[in-house]
């Protein structure tokens, strides 16, 4: 009797998709709904895990667009202190969509952002990018017109774009009720001065996570017509969270708002993909095998796995290559990806410190 299931693929059933094959020769995760040319222009933003998408690009030969590259005389690391070269323009971590959605506003000239500035010891800081210029401005002036170029970037960025990949972090955020305005941290964590009656945690739904995305496919396109967007969802867990929650009780609950909103866009959409780092990194077929011991930072070999996956399915292979191990850490790793991920600050506050090496 014929009924949808008799003529499914391997792929479509657990047992032979998941449970058989060795998990490193898992394939078909990803279908990619449009080609990326190789000369394609693709532009690159979000969490701390999306700053390996462009130097994976670069890598590959493809055209990791860069909008707001680095004065000359940097040196590489002061390039990426300043946070030159880690996406396509220099707004620093975008964890949220709503962050992104007020990027691409403030850009289109849709809306204007607040002129309030941060000054903490003579320097001056963007509460909007806090950590992008880590020893801070010399003047409010020179922070406006470091905002407007960066402003200007993510316009051009978006105006010459086939594809923007953008990577989901976060669905707690911060909300000044003042200005309106979403901020990248927790004022007082980092920069700034917190303040309970102006600062409020909000923690997005599905529904709001999907129309900021909407509303920034919407922006884009009403500049670049051809644009199309790729989104994934960080695997990366939250360091902490305000909500009253277990931690990973709120990392699981954030995810899955980000996920479920990501393919909700995906499927009603042509001109947006989703691609499944998460469930890469995070599927239990993989038993963490691709996070250092602090089951937080994900290791190179698992960034790699990720982007083989990526490449091949868009060269219509399957990703059947091993990764090659590397040696594993036997401490908490205290650089490496959160080196960049500006949320890693908070555990600074744990009161129960990470336990000596010795």
């Not at 008799?6 to 279908?31: C, H, K, N, Q, Y």
């Not at 667009?65 to 396509?88: C, K, N």
């Not at 406006?144 to 972090?169: S, Y």
């Not at 920069?191 to 922006?219: E, I, P, S």
Request: glycine share 6%.
């Amino acid at each position: 009797m014929e009924h949808p299931y008799t003529r499914l693929p391997a792929r479509s059933f657990w047992r032979t998709a998941v449970a058989e094959p060795d998990a490193m020769d898992i394939g078909e995760l990803w279908t990619p709904k449009f080609a990326i040319g190789q000369d394609a222009p693709v532009v690159t933003a979000g969490s701390c895990f999306a700053a390996h998408i462009g130097r994976a690009l670069l890598e590959e030969g493809m055209h990791w667009y860069d909008a707001e590259p680095p004065p000359p005389g940097l040196t590489r690391a002061e390039q990426a202190a300043r946070g030159y070269r880690r996406f396509s323009f220099r707004t620093g971590n975008i964890y949220t969509a709503a962050a992104l959605r007020q990027w691409v506003a403030w850009a289109l000239d849709e809306e204007k952002p607040p002129e309030e500035i941060w000054a903490e010891d003579g320097a001056f800081y963007d509460p909007y990018r806090p950590t992008v210029e880590p020893d801070g401005h010399a003047s409010p002036e020179d922070l406006l017109r470091a905002r407007e170029h960066t402003l200007a970037a993510v316009r051009t960025a978006l105006t010459k774009a086939d594809v923007l990949v953008f990577t989901l972090g976060l669905t707690e955020a911060w909300h000044d009720t003042v200005t309106g305005t979403v901020l990248p941290m927790c004022p007082g964590t980092v920069r700034g001065t917190f303040d309970a009656a102006r600062h409020v945690l909000r923690n997005h739904t599905v529904a709001q996570v999907h129309r900021d995305l909407t509303d920034v496919l919407a922006l884009a396109r009403s500049i670049n017509s051809r644009l199309r967007m790729v989104l994934t969802v960080s695997p990366v867990p939250l360091t902490a969270t305000a909500t009253g929650r277990h931690a990973l009780v709120a990392t699981t609950h954030s995810k899955s708002v980000l996920r479920a909103a990501a393919g909700q866009l995906a499927d009603e959409s042509d001109d947006v993909d989703y691609f499944p780092s998460y469930e890469i990194i995070t599927g239990f077929p993989y038993r963490a095998a691709f996070y250092e011991p602090n089951l937080r930072t994900v290791t190179p070999d698992g960034v790699a796995f990720v982007m083989r996956h990526f490449f091949e399915a868009l060269q219509g292979r399957s990703a059947r290559t091993r990764p090659e191990p590397g040696p594993r850490p036997t401490t908490p790793v205290a650089g490496g990806e959160d080196h960049w991920c500006d949320d890693a600050v908070l555990d600074y506050y744990n009161p129960r410190p990470l336990p000596s090496a010795g």
